[in-house]
Structure formats: C-alpha cells, structure tokens
C-alpha cells in the first residue's frame, strides 16, 4: 500500500521514520506530476514546495495550528497531507479539487487564494487575533505559518505586511521559499540581495555554523533564544549590508537546504521558540524531482497545457504517434495584441511596455525581445505598474501597462487616482477578461469593466475578433487619454492578419439586422449573439446584432435607434452582470425612453468556480445554447404580468 494512502490526517506524518518521509515525498511528487498530466496546474511550484510542506506539517498541529500558503499555487503537497489525496485527480475540474487552498475543501485551508503576495498579510492579521486572546488562553499557544516564495515577498502587499509586522512583533514564522524564479526569473533589488545572501562565500560559512548549532536548540526554554541570538550575530556581522528582514524588525535565520527535511525541522522549531517574527530562508529548486520541469519550471509553472504538450516535453514518456501530433491552433488575443504592439512600437519611439511579473503569459516577452530597453519587468506589483505608467505618460511616453484582468484589482486605485484623475494616456491590456477555467474564483476576469466604468476619463473597449483587436491598439495609441482594452484568454477566430486601422471611439457596429430582437455584445460574445442569430431564424425570427466595441462610451445613439420598436434586447458581456455593459445600455435605453424588455446576459453574481471554460460558459449560460435558451425564455414571457429576472421595462 502506498504511504500516501495511509494518511487521512497529517499528524501521520509525525510518526514516519526518515526512510518513509523520503518515500513519501517521492510518492507526492509522483502523484502530482501524474495528475497535472492530466488536468493541467502549477506543477513546478509545488514540487518545490514537498519538504517544506512534510517540515510545517510535523512541527505544527494543523487544523489547530494555522499554515498559510501564499498565492496558494504551492500548496499541493498540504492538499495531499491533508485528506485529499483520493480526490486529488479531479484538480482543477469542475466540482474538484480547486487549484488553491479552499476552506470549502478542508479545515486545514486557512484562506481561499490565488492572488500573491496575500500570504503574509493573511497570517499577521491570525496572529492579531490570536494575541488578542487572554493570556491564560491555549489558544495563545496557536502556532502560525506562511510560506512566501522569493517574487511575492517583493510584492507591495507583502512589504507593508513585513513593515506593519516588523513593528508589532507578532510571534509567527515566514518560509521565504527562494526558488530564484517567479514565473520567469525573480526581478527587483530584493531579489538581487537574495541572491548575493546566497551566493556569497562569508554566508556559507554563517549557515554551516547555524545549522550545525541549531540541533542543540531545546524545545522550550531560554537557551534557544541566546543560540537564536548568536546566530542572529553571527549572520549580521558577515552580513552587515544584508540585513534587511533584520533592520525591519524580523528575525533572520538562513539560508537552509529547503530539500533537506531534517534541517527544515529544526530551523523552525526553533523559530518557534523566538517570541517575535521569525523569517527562515530556505533554497529550493523550482520543479524539483522531476527533470522536464527542473530544467524549465517557467513552463511548469502553471502547466495549463493539454496533457499532450506536457508529454512532448518529457522525454521519459514515449514518443507521440503522427496522428496525435498538435493541431494546428489559431492565434491568441494575446499573440495579436503583442503583434500589433511590436508593428506599432517599431514607428514610435514613446511607446514603452510594462509588465507586473508576467512577461510570458501577457506576450509582452516578444516586445522585450525586440525593445529590451523600452520594456519594464516590475515584479509582482502592479499597483506601482499602472502608477509607474502615469509618470511615463507625464513624461511624454506612450506606457503600455498589460495585465491579467484579475490581477489587475489590485491597481485599481492607481487606475482612479493616477491615471483617471490626471487624465494620461495609459494603455491599460486587460488580458484574460472574460472566464479563465481551471484556476477557479481567483482568477476569472470579471470584475474588472464593472469597476472601470464609473472612472472619469477612461475609455473602455473590447473587440469582437483578433483582428478588431488589432484595430483598438492603434486607435488606444492615437487616444491622448487613458484607455483600458479586454480581451480574452481565448484563441481568436483564425482570420489573416492584417494592419490594424484606427476606429472612431464610442461607435459601434452593426453586424446583421432584422426586426424583431436586439442583441447588442461587447467584446468577442459577439460571435456567440452571431450564432444566436442565425439560430433564431429557425424559430422564424429575425435579429440584428450589433458590435458595440466601447462600453464607454457606450454608442448610445445606435443602440437606441436599433433597440426601438423590437420585442426584446439582449445584451452580452462575459462579465459580472452588476454595473457591466449591460446596465450600461439599460441606463441608456432608459433615458431615450425606450422601454423594450431586456434581458442581460453576462456572469451571475457571485464567484465563478474552477472547471474548463466550456463547461463554465455552459454553466452561466453565456455559451451559444445557453444564451439562445435565454432569448427563447424572455419572449415566452407574456408582456404583461411577471418580469423577468434580468428584465426591466
Ligand atoms: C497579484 C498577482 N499577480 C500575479 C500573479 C501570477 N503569479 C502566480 S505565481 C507567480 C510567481 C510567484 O513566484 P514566487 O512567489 O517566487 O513563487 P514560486 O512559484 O516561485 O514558488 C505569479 C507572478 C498572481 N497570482 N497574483
């Protein structure tokens, strides 16, 4: 019988002698690789990640002791330890194990995730509450955990929770988990004093004498604290100029082998003993254990691709049969966006491209490989991303800022005080607006259109095709003020490529007309109100469909003249339906006076889970079917009486 199979709670791993615990962490490896070839998820991170997991499970008392994961992308390992090893096969699917921590999922979950740079934060705030408690409490005795990894300790979330906690002095232990990578290679001068605390040879020296001492170190009692206190010493006289977590208030203890499972025990047992913040730095490898994502955990780090792909690159797997061979795949939003960025930069100097430690996922890579010096890495930061943009507008520049639309919520005051208040010509990429499947309510872009559309100043467009996309990039570009663009995940529809052409803002389009309903889209649910369309034929009637391109400014004028006299408008967005475009046309129809029963079709309130995007699409009933399931429903209502959930008259 496996071991794995043998734990149902994680306090098992406290018996296991050191032979099991080196089979068990192989057995969790296995597990993982085998299920992310099926399901796709962030394989390399929590490879890494093994014996810091078996370490906190063994020292801590979890569900009662708390263990934190920041992003929470890292954490497979503690979903396995903790009761969810026979399910673990459905990561990622609907219905299944979601790809970050989930309190709906296990006690021993301590927050729902996703985000980075949320762990330490999470974790100061148990320990405030924790220390509120009366001192005669056993709750006090709570022992609290975060692992952090090297790219979202530098995050700004992060550095106010380590300056806030530097302060407070709440007793809790931060795994700094240095892997050397965010998802590309780490950025920012943090990174570059971790790296040289590593490296250096005056370190090595200091580490060998911590971890040789730290086996003396007592469960409990004072002489941790005066061994804690000579390590400390002994770190910051060889490391005088590297003292950062030091000179904030946390003490330092690194860096260790965080492969070496023994060590790990032992340095935060320790940690525990110190009643203040305790940082302990451990080295990992990113991918650990499993040689293809070793040698390219960037593509292992969030492995969303068909099982296929990941075989291809493996070179323990047999090679593929012909016929099973890639399909051909049309071009990405993504793709067509940096495409037409490049096109454009190429003739104008200004233009500059920001990224917020995502230079692959965004495409942006392909502009840094062409103007490497027009081209900004800030890490995972993108509140100073989208303010840093305001200063290069200021500055006369043409900044770029391209972010996934759900990572983007954390610059939104940039957005509103920065960029909308002074009025400067922002381009702000909203990739992967819409629904993004597998990594669940997290990271589905759907909040982000309903936030934008009360900002003064910011216009916001989406097109229906890649090559509309094209379009909006040079008419963004052209635009003296600031302009944020949504665009999917998704493949485009495979048209050629062409040079984009500017558009006049706040127009719209009409794409096919009939008499009897409206259906009025914004961004590429278009093609759907297409099929739609052509659907309701069969039932004898006819529809026109309209590209609306600009949510705002919304084509007032041609919506109204297309909605009046029809049996219904159907608006469309993949979105979250409270504030998004359609209440935008509904506010407009209402104030031509034109009172058509509407029926909105866009995200329900509330998250949306993690599954494919198809089957979510299906679920929200934003996919073809469902949509034409909707306008079926609305025009069987009878005109007078009920009102239709999403109707107003
Ligand atoms: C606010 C935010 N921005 C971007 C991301 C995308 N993202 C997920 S993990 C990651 C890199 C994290 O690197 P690190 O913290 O070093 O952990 P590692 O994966 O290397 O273990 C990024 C940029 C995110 N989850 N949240």
Same mark, same amino acid.
């Given at each position: ?16 002698? @050191? ?18 070839? /099926? ?13 810091? &997991? ?5 020292? !801590? ?52 995730? =996703? ?12 320990? &405030? ?14 022992? %609290?955990?975060?692992? $952090?990894?090297?790219?979202? %300790?530098?995050?700004?979330?992060? !550095? ?27 950025? =920012? ?5 971790? #790296? ?22 007592? %469960? ?22 590297? +003292? ?5 208030? %946390? ?43 070793? /040698? ?5 780090? =969030? ?10 690159? *493996? ?80 500055? +006369?520049?043409? @900044?770029? $800022? ?10 939104? *005051? ?16 909203? *990739? ?15 909040? !982000? ?13 989406? @097109?229906? *095709? ?25 493949? =485009? ?30 961004? @590429?649910? $278009? ?19 309209? #590209? ?20 219904l408008v159907v608006t469309a967005e993949e979105s979250s339906a409270m504030g998004g475009f359609g209440d935008g046309v509904l506010d407009a129809l209402n104030r031509a006076g034109i009172h058509v029963p509407l029926t909105k079709v866009a995200l329900a309130e509330g998250f949306v889970h993690h599954g494919a995007v198809d089957d979510l699409r299906a679920q929200q009933r934003i996919d073809a079917p469902g949509i034409l399931a909707q306008v079926r429903e609305a025009l069987a209502v009878p005109a007078k009486g009920r009102r239709s959930k999403v109707s107003a008259a």
């Amino acid at each position: 019988m496996a071991l794995l199979d043998t734990i149902d709670d994680p306090r098992h791993v406290r018996e296991m002698s @050191p032979d099991q615990l080196e089979a068990l962490a192989a057995e969790l490896r296995d597990k993982m690789v085998r299920t992310v070839k /099926q399901t796709g998820g962030h394989l390399a991170s929590s490879l890494g990640a093994v014996e810091i &997991a078996l370490a906190l499970h063994r020292v !801590m008392d979890s569900p009662r002791d708390r263990i934190v994961w920041d992003t929470g992308h890292q954490a497979y390992a503690h979903k396995l330890l903790t009761g969810r090893a026979d399910r673990f096969d459905t990561l990622r699917q609907v219905g299944g194990i979601g790809g970050f921590p989930r309190r709906g999922e296990s006690e021993h979950d301590v927050f729902d995730g =996703g985000h980075a740079g949320t762990g330490v934060s999470i974790a100061v705030g148990l320990a &405030a509450a924790r220390d509120l408690k009366p001192k005669a409490d056993p709750a006090r005795r709570q022992r %609290i955990a975060v692992c $952090v990894g090297d790219a979202a %300790i530098g995050s700004g979330l992060t !550095m106010e929770a380590l300056n806030h906690l530097g302060h407070v002095k709440h007793p809790l232990l931060i795994v700094l988990n240095d892997n050397e990578m965010s998802i590309s290679p780490s950025v =920012g001068g943090l990174s570059t004093r971790l #790296n040289k605390m590593r490296l250096s040879r005056a370190y090595q020296e200091t580490k060998s004498a911590t971890v040789r001492a730290l086996p003396r170190v007592p %469960i409990v009692g004072k002489p941790a604290f005066s061994l804690l206190a000579w390590a400390k010493e002994s770190f910051k006289r060889s490391w005088a100029k590297v +003292g950062f977590f030091e000179d904030i208030g %946390i003490t330092y203890i690194g860096v260790l082998d965080g492969h070496d499972l023994d060590e790990l025990e032992q340095a935060f047992e320790a940690a525990f003993q110190i009643p203040a913040p305790v940082l302990v730095h451990v080295k990992t490898i990113k991918g650990r254990g499993y040689a293809p994502a070793e /040698q390219d955990s960037m593509s292992f780090h =969030g492995a969303s691709l068909p099982p296929i792909d990941l075989c291809v690159i *493996d070179p323990t797997e047999e090679p593929l049969p012909p016929e099973t061979a890639p399909k051909h795949k049309p071009k990405s939003f993504t793709q067509t966006f940096v495409e037409e960025l490049v096109r454009l930069a190429e003739a104008d100097a200004r233009i500059c491209a920001i990224t917020a430690g995502m230079p692959t996922g965004t495409g942006l890579q392909r502009f840094c490989d062409r103007f490497p010096s027009r081209f900004v890495d800030v890490g995972i930061a993108e509140q100073h991303a989208v303010t840093m943009a305001t200063g290069m507008g200021l500055a +006369g520049l043409r @900044p770029v $800022v391209a972010l996934y639309s759900t990572f983007a919520q954390r610059a939104f *005051d940039g957005l509103v005080h920065d960029v909308a208040q002074n009025d400067v010509p922002v381009l702000l990429a909203l *990739d992967r607006s819409g629904l993004v499947g597998e990594d669940g309510t997290s990271h589905q872009g759907m909040f !982000m259109l309903p936030a934008m559309r009360a900002l003064p100043n910011v216009v916001i467009g989406s @097109p229906k *095709d890649e090559q509309e996309l094209r379009d909006l990039v040079v008419t963004a570009l052209g635009h003296p003020g600031p302009m944020a663009l949504l665009y999917p995940r998704d493949a =485009g529809e495979d048209l050629p490529d062409r040079i984009g052409s500017a558009l006049e803002i706040g127009r719209g389009e009409v794409l096919r007309a009939g008499g009897d309903i409206l259906l009025v889209g914004f961004g @590429p649910i $278009v093609q759907r109100l297409m099929a739609v369309a052509a659907e309701l034929e069969g039932d004898g009637l006819s529809a026109t469909v309209v #590209n609306a391109r600009w949510a705002k400014p919304l084509d007032e004028e041609l919506i109204a003249e297309h909605a009046a006299g029809k049996r219904l408008v159907v608006t469309a967005e993949e979105s979250s339906a409270m504030g998004g475009f359609g209440d935008g046309v509904l506010d407009a129809l209402n104030r031509a006076g034109i009172h058509v029963p509407l029926t909105k079709v866009a995200l329900a309130e509330g998250f949306v889970h993690h599954g494919a995007v198809d089957d979510l699409r299906a679920q929200q009933r934003i996919d073809a079917p469902g949509i034409l399931a909707q306008v079926r429903e609305a025009l069987a209502v009878p005109a007078k009486g009920r009102r239709s959930k999403v109707s107003a008259a």
